[in-house]
């Protein structure tokens, strides 16, 4: 059950080019979160609240930590919180991913930007459940990058950039069969990039995570709908989302 709540700013760093990591502690938050949820943040100035995915989760030290990139005054105002102030989130909020454990034996993750976050979150939740994973992470340069030795840790990753600063130069979808054999994919960044990740996989189960604009969070303001393959004819990214299975929605 989510919940509207305080947490506690712990950390607070800038671990890429405008990209913020930041750490929050809340007992319940850290025991009912799961990979691929996000925490409905309200930034101040705002009224609306920002939603940003839960990229890991210790359960432990009773912490998630959030990666977002510095976009506009509401990230912005984020950003300068300090360890001690308290930031008023709903979450954990959507559904989350589902993890296949049978028959899966190997997932292959791609995602790009600001869709990398809840992967992180996902590889760590696959290596616990002694699934094998395979990543392919996209950023725009160098200066962009995150985690790359955290992925590296856990499976075989494979870097991508828009400029070639790192890794190879291109898009993600250039080295897809390089991942070689897996039984699911996962999925996580902008539209377009989804779009090509699913026409290239096609056949291969897959489940998309969507990070569009949102509003209430709540599935009552219906600012981010999605065309899908149900009966209304749509599903809404924050209530029936953000993660979908990669035949659900029409992108
Ligand atoms: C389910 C979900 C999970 C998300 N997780 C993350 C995350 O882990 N890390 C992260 O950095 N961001 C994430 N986002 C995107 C994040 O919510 C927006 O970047 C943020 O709300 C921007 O707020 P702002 O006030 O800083 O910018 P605004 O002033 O609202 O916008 C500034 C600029 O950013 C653009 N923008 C705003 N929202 C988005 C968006 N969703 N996609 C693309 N462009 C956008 C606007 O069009 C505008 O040009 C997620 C979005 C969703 C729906």
Do not use: W
């Amino acid at each position: 059950m989510k919940k509207r709540t305080e947490m506690t700013v712990e950390t607070v760093q800038e671990v890429a080019l405008d990209t913020i990591e930041m750490k929050l502690n809340h007992p319940y938050i850290s025991t009912a979160a799961q990979p691929g949820q996000f925490l409905h943040v309200l930034a101040e100035g705002h009224t609306l609240r920002r939603p940003i995915s839960i990229a890991s989760i210790d359960r432990e030290y009773g912490t998630i930590t959030i990666l977002f990139k510095v976009m506009g005054s509401g990230t912005k105002n984020l950003a300068a919180m300090k360890p001690g102030m308290e930031v008023n989130v709903v979450g954990p909020s959507g559904n989350g991913f589902t993890v296949q454990e049978t028959p899966a034996r190997t997932a292959l993750l791609v995602g790009g930007g600001i869709g990398v976050p809840p992967l992180y979150g996902l590889a760590e939740e696959l290596q616990r459940k002694g699934i094998g994973v395979k990543s392919i992470l996209g950023f725009q340069s160098r200066a962009h990058v995150f985690y790359k030795e955290k992925f590296e840790r856990i499976g075989t990753t494979y870097m991508v950039t828009d400029d070639g600063t790192l890794g190879h130069h291109g898009l993600v979808t250039d080295i897809l069969d390089k991942a070689g054999r897996f039984d699911h994919y996962y999925s996580c960044g902008p539209i377009p990039m989804l779009k090509a990740v699913r026409e290239q996989l096609r056949g291969h189960p897959g489940f998309l995570s969507l990070e569009e604009r949102m509003g209430c969070g709540t599935g009552a303001c219906l600012a981010c709908v999605v065309r899908a393959e149900t009966e209304s004819g749509y599903q809404k990214i924050c209530t029936d989302g953000p993660v979908f299975d990669a035949d659900e929605v029409i992108l």
